[in-house]
């Protein structure tokens, strides 16, 4: 057995050995090395003034038992900005004084939600219910008239009174809001009676009607406000409402058909019969919500992560002292696997590039732009800066001076896309200026000496393999699971250096090599 062979096998189970420990000896599982799958959401609103003030006001979202949120951003240009907290509500308030023309501001974040199911216990008397301390959930409101007589007379027709048992009139209240009151999309708001009366209600009267009907009976219960996370864009909210039952608020959906239970898609944005928005009155205003499905790390858990002595999270405080993110930590962690990608693409497959390693470091500058609109911009660049060198050759000049003409393009062609992009409201796009400017540019030169030595065709081919290098190296680099498993156990990178050592003396015949004498080998 060679020395390769041998430095590979002894690499290999070092790696078996310290993973073997983390698992059996500080407790790792999957479950804490995964990513959680959540949304990021963006509301983005739009408001035309006249001169006059704009006051605009949203409900935020809270962190509670069912969703966390964190990462929140709010870009609200010329407008000012504050948040208002008032018992479990937030209210994010935007406000301009003598605004004249259209005007844009938003408000993302991310989140992680659980469905949470309730388990209802088999008999509890309303009778014996506690209501001293939740007069405020008993209320008789302008739209939920508790106490009415025609709600009375439902609750007659049901065969329910105070001495009914609550789970029993749960179902009941629940079966006849889904079952007998239509589902219809008005716009505005609709009281209890009006739902009742029309028998048909959009989510906001289904839920005031069941909401009636309960207080009627002196069951506390509460609207709730929020968003159904289904990626894409969206205008419309959603409401629900709660019951008090014990200490806990039970969820009930009498639109969707959720009895007890709060679906992992749910977003809350308030508590109570609160309106998502209030605004000035005399401004055109639209909103909408942008909902993208993504994956994030368990951040709660590096914390556990960071205290075993064998984790590179111990080193974590270090990195931050340096200004060093999360996020581009695990970037950089992923470089040397998009290496071993390359590695793969040219020795094994047999796909030439431009430069050893360049794939995988171009893949890791399209994480902010993403990988559709970091190719179109790679491309971009590319092509044109080849065509600015071809007119810079003319100039007779050195290599040094060349190189820093390019350089100045690329610098001026990033800006202008940049810029191009937050006209167009294509942020991705205006993340452009964060790719490496002298990677750009030493790829430019690349690209116009292969045009220069064996034409432009040999260019545009290689050209076309870097692409689809770079491609895999990005789902590879990019990838949240394989990101945090290398969080977890860095010494996955001795993987990479066995990955080296296989792949970079390979002696088998490389893909590319099989098709071009495939009818030989195929005769034969």
Same mark, same amino acid.
């Given at each position: 057995?060679?020395?390769?062979?041998?430095?590979?096998?002894?690499?290999?189970?070092?790696?078996?050995?310290?993973?073997?420990?983390?698992?059996?000896?500080?407790?790792?599982?999957?479950?804490?090395?995964?990513?959680?799958?959540?949304?990021?959401?963006?509301?983005?609103?739009?408001?035309?003034? +006249?001169?006059?003030?704009?006051?605009?006001?949203?409900?935020?979202?809270?962190?509670?038992?069912?969703?966390?949120?964190?990462?929140?951003?709010?870009?609200?240009?010329?407008?000012?900005?504050?948040?208002?907290?008032?018992?479990?509500?937030?209210?994010?308030?935007?406000?301009?004084?003598?605004?004249?023309?259209?005007?844009?501001?938003?408000?993302?974040?991310?989140?992680?939600?659980?469905?949470?199911?309730?388990?209802?216990?088999?008999?509890?008397?309303?009778?014996?219910?506690?209501?001293?301390?939740?007069?405020?959930?008993?209320?008789?409101?302008?739209?939920?008239?508790?106490?009415?007589?025609?709600?009375?007379?439902?609750?007659?027709?049901?065969?329910?009174?105070?001495?009914?048992?609550?789970?029993?009139?749960?179902?009941?209240?629940?079966?006849?809001?889904?079952?007998?009151?239509?589902?219809?999309?008005?716009?505005?708001?609709?009281?209890?009676?009006?739902?009742?009366?029309?028998?048909?209600?959009?989510?906001?009267?289904?839920?005031?009607?069941?909401?009636?009907?309960?207080?009627?009976?002196?069951?506390?219960?509460?609207?709730?406000?929020?968003?159904?996370?289904?990626?894409?864009?969206?205008?419309?909210?959603?409401?629900?409402?709660?019951?008090?039952?014990?200490?806990?608020?039970?969820?009930?959906?009498?639109?969707?058909?959720?009895?007890?239970?709060?679906?992992?898609?749910?977003?809350?944005?308030?508590?109570?019969?609160?309106?998502?928005?209030?605004?000035?009155?005399?401004?055109?205003?639209?909103?909408?919500?942008?909902?993208?499905?993504?994956?994030?790390?368990?951040?709660?858990?590096?914390?556990?992560?960071?205290? +075993?002595?064998?984790?590179?999270?111990?080193?974590?405080?270090?990195?931050?002292?340096?200004?060093?993110?999360?996020?581009?930590?695990?970037?950089?962690?992923?470089?040397?696997?998009?290496?071993?990608?390359?590695?793969?693409?040219?020795?094994?497959?047999?796909?030439?590039?431009?430069?050893?390693?360049?794939?995988?470091?171009?893949?890791?500058?399209?994480?902010?732009?993403?990988?559709?609109?970091?190719?179109?911009?790679?491309?971009?660049?590319?092509?044109?800066?080849?065509?600015?060198?071809?007119?810079?050759?003319?100039?007779?000049?050195? +290599?040094?001076?060349?190189?820093?003409?390019?350089?100045?393009?690329?610098?001026?062609?990033?800006?202008?896309?940049?810029?191009?992009?937050?006209?167009?409201?294509?942020?991705?796009?205006?993340?452009?200026?964060?790719?490496?400017?002298?990677?750009?540019?030493?790829?430019?030169?690349?690209?116009?000496?292969?045009?220069?030595?064996?034409?432009?065709?040999?260019?545009?081919?290689?050209?076309?393999?870097?692409?689809?290098?770079?491609?895999?190296?990005?789902?590879?680099?990019?990838?949240?699971?394989?990101?945090?498993?290398?969080?977890?156990?860095?010494?996955?990178?001795?993987?990479?250096?066995?990955?080296?050592?296989?792949?970079?003396?390979?002696?088998?015949?490389?893909?590319?090599?099989?098709?071009?004498?495939?009818?030989?080998?195929?005769?034969?």
């Amino acid at each position: 057995m060679n020395i390769k062979n041998m430095t590979i096998i002894v690499l290999l189970a070092i790696f078996a050995g310290l993973v073997l420990i983390k698992v059996f000896l500080f407790n790792y599982t999957p479950a804490t090395v995964l990513p959680e799958t959540g949304y990021r959401v963006t509301l983005t609103m739009e408001a035309t003034g +006249h001169g006059g003030e704009i006051n605009i006001r949203a409900m935020l979202p809270p962190t509670n038992a069912h969703q966390e949120i964190f990462d929140e951003q709010v870009l609200s240009g010329p407008f000012n900005y504050s948040q208002l907290n008032s018992g479990l509500n937030r209210t994010g308030i935007w406000n301009q004084v003598n605004a004249d023309r259209h005007q844009e501001i938003s408000y993302s974040f991310n989140v992680i939600s659980r469905k949470v199911s309730f388990l209802l216990p088999e008999k509890l008397p309303i009778s014996s219910l506690n209501n001293s301390s939740n007069q405020k959930y008993l209320e008789n409101t302008d739209l939920v008239q508790s106490g009415d007589e025609e709600l009375v007379q439902v609750l007659t027709s049901l065969d329910i009174d105070r001495n009914s048992d609550l789970i029993e009139v749960l179902t009941k209240i629940f079966s006849f809001v889904h079952n007998n009151i239509k589902t219809t999309g008005f716009s505005g708001k609709t009281d209890a009676l009006t739902a009742l009366r029309l028998q048909e209600a959009s989510c906001n009267g289904k839920s005031r009607l069941m909401v009636g009907l309960l207080r009627t009976l002196k069951i506390p219960a509460r609207l709730v406000g929020g968003i159904i996370l289904n990626p894409g864009t969206k205008t419309v909210t959603h409401q629900w409402l709660e019951v008090l039952i014990g200490d806990e608020w039970v969820t009930m959906d009498p639109t969707n058909n959720h009895f007890a239970e709060m679906p992992k898609n749910y977003l809350i944005t308030s508590y109570g019969d609160e309106a998502f928005f209030r605004r000035t009155s005399n401004v055109n205003f639209k909103y909408s919500f942008s909902i993208e499905r993504e994956d994030f790390t368990r951040e709660s858990d590096y914390e556990g992560l960071a205290a +075993h002595p064998l984790n590179i999270m111990n080193a974590w405080n270090l990195f931050q002292k340096a200004g060093l993110s999360l996020s581009l930590l695990r970037i950089i962690l992923m470089i040397p696997i998009g290496a071993i990608v390359t590695i793969i693409f040219r020795n094994v497959i047999g796909l030439q590039t431009f430069g050893t390693f360049l794939p995988a470091l171009i893949a890791s500058s399209f994480r902010e732009t993403n990988l559709l609109w970091g190719l179109v911009t790679f491309s971009m660049i590319i092509v044109t800066g080849a065509i600015i060198r071809w007119g810079v050759n003319r100039l007779k000049i050195t +290599h040094t001076p060349k190189l820093t003409i390019l350089l100045v393009f690329v610098v001026f062609s990033l800006l202008i896309i940049s810029a191009s992009g937050v006209l167009v409201g294509n942020m991705q796009l205006a993340k452009a200026t964060l790719f490496p400017l002298a990677l750009m540019a030493i790829t430019i030169e690349r690209f116009s000496l292969i045009s220069e030595e064996t034409g432009t065709r040999e260019a545009l081919k290689i050209y076309g393999n870097t692409v689809i290098t770079v491609i895999f190296c990005y789902i590879v680099i990019t990838s949240l699971a394989l990101q945090t498993f290398v969080l977890a156990f860095p010494e996955t990178m001795l993987l990479v250096i066995c990955g080296g050592l296989y792949f970079g003396n390979w002696t088998g015949m490389r893909l590319t090599e099989v098709w071009r004498f495939r009818k030989i080998l195929f005769n034969e």
